[in-house]
T-cell receptor
Framework: KAGVTQTPRYLIKTRGQQVTLSCSPI?????VSWYQQTPGQGLQFLFE???????NKGNFPGRFSGRQFSNSRSEMNVSTLELGDSALYLC?????????????FGPGTRLTVL | QQQVKQSPQSLIVQKGGIPIINCAYE??????FPWYQQFPGKGPALLIA?????SEKKEGRFTISFNKSAKQFSLHIMDSQPGDSATYFC?????????????FGKGTLLTVNP
């Protein structure tokens, strides 16, 4: 079974631009979560989607948004990019959000904001 | 508020040594404590996990020790190998609640020298 895939793997943007990252979950997984990973803060939870609805949300500003499609694929968008948004953005999928089950991470998208 | 504190930030050991990574948590509702291993260019992968009803769990060369009264848990890697060089994250969640998001420690970069 194919793992979680994320595109693109690397991205360079400038301040003020916006960016969209994509995540395809493992087949059969309907929950997708997004995390921001930085050296200083580690892994921080952004949000979780299930059945095209946001189920959980972390403490990030409204510039960070996401959506999920009917095939469980998910996108996250960051508008008005800031230098501090430079990070590795990780997507993780799991079967369901309604009970605890293991989540599997993708390789991430490395975003650099200049 | 950081709910899971991880130490040390980095650790260097010789091959065959026993690196120990420590985590402490604050939320007494946490009842599931996984450890993730992340290699460069990859997403984190589940390594081993423990619930507070046991004080120790072993899987191969990896052991988790758990101290519920102190709200601390630690990862020990026996007979460490250069291939164990990676970043290790502890995490915690309330598996019986309505929100199953993982709270991560900030990570420990382990280097095992040949």
């Amino acid at each position: 079974k194919a793992g979680v895939t994320q595109t693109p793997r690397y991205l360079i943007k400038t301040r003020g631009q916006q960016v969209t990252l994509s995540c395809s979950p493992i087949s059969g997984h309907r929950s997708v979560s997004w995390y921001q990973q930085t050296p200083g803060q580690g892994l921080q939870f952004l949000f979780e989607y299930f059945s095209e609805t946001q189920r959980n949300k972390g403490n990030f500003p409204g510039r960070f948004s996401g959506r999920q499609f009917s095939n469980s694929r998910s996108e996250m968008n960051v508008s008005t990019l800031e230098l501090g948004d430079s990070a590795l953005y990780l997507c993780a999928s799991k079967v369901d959000y309604r009970s605890y089950n293991e989540q599997f991470f993708g390789p991430g998208t490395r975003l650099t904001v200049l | 508020q950081q709910q899971v504190k991880q130490s040390p930030q980095s650790l260097i050991v010789q091959k065959g040594g026993i690196p120990i990574i420590n985590c402490a948590y604050e939320n007494t509702a946490f009842d599931y404590f996984p450890w993730y291993q992340q290699f460069p260019g990859k997403g984190p992968a589940l390594l081993i996990a423990i619930r507070p009803d046991v004080s120790e769990k072993k899987e191969g060369r990896f052991t988790i020790s758990f101290n519920k009264s102190a709200k601390q848990f630690s990862l020990h890697i026996m007979d460490s190998q250069p291939g164990d060089s990676a970043t290790y994250f502890c995490a915690a969640t309330n598996s019986g609640g309505s929100n199953y998001k993982l709270t991560f420690g900030k990570g420990t970069l382990l280097t095992v020298n040949p």
